[in-house]
């Protein structure tokens, strides 16, 4: 039995699908993330762990002290797409960036 996405993957899926359908346009603000909560019925730590994994695929751009931003071009065409498919293209793709960290 395949295993089920965690609460943050589901989320981060869930934004991904908007920014494509375009509720967010190119340079918008996303809401702020106690917005998120309360929109998601989700904790502060999985909304901003969903974040940090639309960052790393490079949607959206965090400026501090500013919030959340949709990038001007989603995604580099090279790389494949992990919103295809649902949670079985998040195996390898994006790297973690706290990887670097250890």
């Known amino acids: 039995m395949p295993a089920r996405p965690t609460r943050y993957r589901r989320l981060a899926e869930e934004l991904a699908a908007q920014l494509e359908e375009g509720r967010y ?8 993330l106690r917005q998120l909560c309360a929109d998601h019925g989700a904790s502060l730590a999985t909304v901003t762990h969903a ?3 639309l960052e790393d695929a490079g949607l959206i751009e965090a400026r501090p002290r500013r919030g959340h931003f949709v990038r001007g071009q989603a995604r580099p065409a090279a790389r494949p797409s992990p919103w295809k498919g649902g949670a079985s293209g998040w ?7 706290r990887a670097a960290c250890r």
């Not at 346009?25 to 702020?32: C, H, K, R, W």
């Open 25 to 32: 346009p190119a340079g918008a603000q996303l809401p702020s």
């Open 51 to 53: 974040l940090h994994e």
């Open 91 to 97: 195996s390898s793709w994006p790297p973690r960036r």
